[in-house]
Structure formats: structure tokens, C-alpha cells
């Protein structure tokens, strides 16, 4: 698909989206109620003639109700990029991260293992942590002192130890589901179950082994910095917008530099939608290689020669939280944070 039938390329995502929240079922209702018929093929057929599709019904980015059903059956299913390794250096580093309304913490435990919790008291529901981020040997909840260690597990509770039936064993942290892939990329899956229902691999497989990505080296990089804005519009109206370059010649007239427009191409496989930004050798010269992809349905990232950064969506009303990793050295003193939308 090229850059100039960008246009219909959100019919891609909401491929991905209509198969995650509604499945057949929903959209033979649209198609009934509506005469709506999703467009999973993008911008052109397979006589190679380009084609428009219609985007999703407009409450569907402003109903309360249907945030809610995504909450359930994306956000609480599906894998979510939420962070890098490089965070967690130490034993005991952990921080706190929300997604669709959900806090958990991410924590580095003795074993070298990078956990998941929900940021939940066991006793009362009180946070475990809060504030963004620290480095802890035990994790204490600073309502009635209930503390529990860098795997979960409840260690103390004041005056329990006298109620004989008390099960310490279950009253452990309740865990989120943590993949570290092969690049050192922290992923979560909110799902309940002991196993989730959503496999990586059924989403994301083989991503941190693709050649688009061989010539990085991610340990080469340190964290940055992040920052963060609130736009007072809906998640997918982000995910619509960093999934076309349709608007890239306009909107960002300094993109022609690092890469050529007339070729530039998005492909979807599962969650992922790589997107192809053709460069020459020069511009490879000058530091600006870059790859980018949107990892549905939270996280888009980019790894650029000179720094890598992702940024997630984290509620309804597109609060966007950006990492940013820098090359080693001084290349990380003079990164400033990108316009929002870049
Ligand atoms: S709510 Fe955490 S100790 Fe009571
Ligand atoms: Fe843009």
C-alpha cells in the first residue's frame, strides 16, 4: 500500500480492532443496521485498483460505554508495550503504570525477574505504591502497613499473625502477566487468568526477530527521559493518526528529509503494523534511519540510530505517555522532547 492510498489504511487498523472487539457477530449487525461493511483489505484490490473505506461510527470515539467494552475486551486481553528493561537495572527498581484505567507495578525482584502486580493492597485495596516510580527492598502498603516482597508474595501483616485462619499464601499480590521479549521490551497482559488467552506470540510473533531491527543494538541505549500530554480526544483518533503518512507531507513538511513519502508503506501482521519509511544511504549517513511500528492497541514505537522512544496510550481521552531511550554518551543531553503527534 503506498503512501497516497494512506487514506483507507485505517480500514487495516480497525481490522485488527473490529476482529479484537466485536468479531464477525458486530459487524454483520453494522452491516444490517448501518449498511456498514468493514474493509479489512487496504487501500487497494487485488486487481490493484485503489479504493476508500469508512471509518467507525462517531459516538464509537465519544460513547463512555463502548470505553468500557474496550477496556474489557481489548485492554484487559490483549498485550500491551509498556516499557524497556533498561528501567529495571537494579534489584528492587519498580514503577507504576496505568492503561485504561488499570494501575499495576512493574518490579525488578531478587531473582533477576521482572514482575507484574496490580497496584492493589490485598487487605483494603489501598495503592501499594504511589508514586511513579522507586527502588524498594519490600513493598509496604502505608495504610495499615501490609508488606509484601519483590515477588508478591504478602510477607507481613500486622496483628494477622494472631487470627489462626488466617492464609498468608493467598493473599499475595494479584499478578499481571510480564513478557520481556528478545530486545529487552517489557509487554503486559491484564488477563486473569493463569494463562492468558491472548498469546504474544498470536499477536506479536517473531517482531523482536524481524531484520528491520538488526542493525540496533538496544543495549546501547539508556533511558532518557518521559513526558507526557492530554488531547481531548479518543485513543483511536491517535492510532488513526500515527497509522496514515497521508497527512505527513503537510503536517510535516521536515519528514521529506528523513525519508522518501512516495514510498513509504504500512503492513499489518496481527497486532503489528510495520511501518516502511524508505531512506537513502545519505540519509542513513546522517543519522536518520528510522523504523516504526504501531503495536496494537496501546504503544507505537520508533528506533532511530540516535535515540528510540514509544509512546502509549492510557486512557479514553488519549493520554499519551512517551519513553525516551538515547544513545550512551552525549547525543541524550541534547535530545529534546518531539512536538506532540510526530
Ligand atoms: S489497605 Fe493495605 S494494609 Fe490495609
Ligand atoms: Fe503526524
Not at 56 to 63: G, K, M, V
Not at 115 to 131: A, D, L
Not at 188 to 213: C, M, S, T, Y
Not at 277 to 293: F, I, L
Amino acid at each position: 500500500m503506498s503512501y497516497f492510498a494512506a487514506i483507507s489504511y485505517t480500514s487495516l487498523t480497525w481490522g485488527v480492532y473490529g476482529l479484537a472487539i466485536f468479531g464477525l457477530i458486530m459487524q454483520r449487525l453494522l452491516a444490517y443496521t448501518l449498511g456498514w461493511t468493514p474493509t479489512t483489505k487496504g487501500s487497494e484490490t487485488t486487481s490493484g485498483a485503489k479504493t476508500t473505506s469508512r471509518a467507525l461510527p462517531a459516538d464509537w470515539y465519544r460513547s463512555n460505554e463502548l470505553y468500557d467494552l474496550e477496556r474489557r475486551a481489548i485492554f484487559s486481553r490483549k498485550w500491551m508495550l509498556v516499557s524497556h528493561k533498561l528501567r529495571f537495572l537494579d534489584t528492587g527498581n519498580w514503577i507504576r503504570f496505568e492503561e485504561a484505567c488499570f494501575q499495576f507495578v512493574i518490579v525488578k525482584g531478587r531473582d533477576g525477574l521482572i514482575r507484574g502486580f496490580h497496584n492493589v493492597c490485598r487487605h483494603r485495596g489501598f495503592p501499594i505504591v504511589t508514586e511513579e516510580s522507586g527502588q524498594s527492598k519490600i513493598l509496604v502498603c502505608k495504610y495499615h502497613g501490609w508488606s509484601y516482597g519483590l515477588n508478591g508474595t504478602l510477607a507481613k501483616a500486622p496483628g494477622y499473625q494472631d487470627i489462626e485462619k488466617f492464609d498468608r499464601d493467598s493473599n499475595s499480590l494479584l499478578p499481571v502477566h510480564v513478557k520481556v521479549d528478545a530486545h529487552g521490551f517489557v509487554w503486559v497482559n491484564l488477563d486473569a487468568k493463569e494463562a492468558p488467552e491472548v498469546a504474544w506470540e498470536a499477536d506479536f510473533k517473531d517482531i523482536d526477530q524481524k531484520a528491520r531491527h538488526h542493525s540496533f543494538n538496544f543495549e546501547d541505549y539508556k533511558f532518557d527521559h518521559t513526558w507526557q500530554m492530554t488531547g481531548d480526544y479518543n485513543w483511536k483518533t491517535l492510532a488513526d493518526n500515527y497509522n496514515e503518512c497521508y497527512h505527513c507531507a503537510i503536517a510535516h513538511p521536515d519528514v521529506s528529509a528523513v525519508a522518501d513519502l512516495e514510498a513509504y508503506k504500512v503492513e499489518t501482521k496481527g497486532g503489528n503494523i510495520e511501518h516502511f519509511a524508505s531512506t537513502t544511504p545519505e540519509q542513513e549517513k546522517a543519522g536518520h534511519k528510522v523504523v516504526s511500528n504501531y503495536y496494537f492497541p496501546n504503544a507505537c514505537m520508533t528506533v532511530t540510530t540516535l535515540y528510540v522512544s514509544y509512546s502509549k496510550v492510557i486512557g479514553a481521552k488519549s493520554r499519551l505517555l512517551e519513553e525516551r531511550y538515547g544513545l550512551h554518551g552525549e547525543h541524550c543531553q541534547k535530545m529534546q522532547p518531539r512536538a506532540p503527534g510526530t
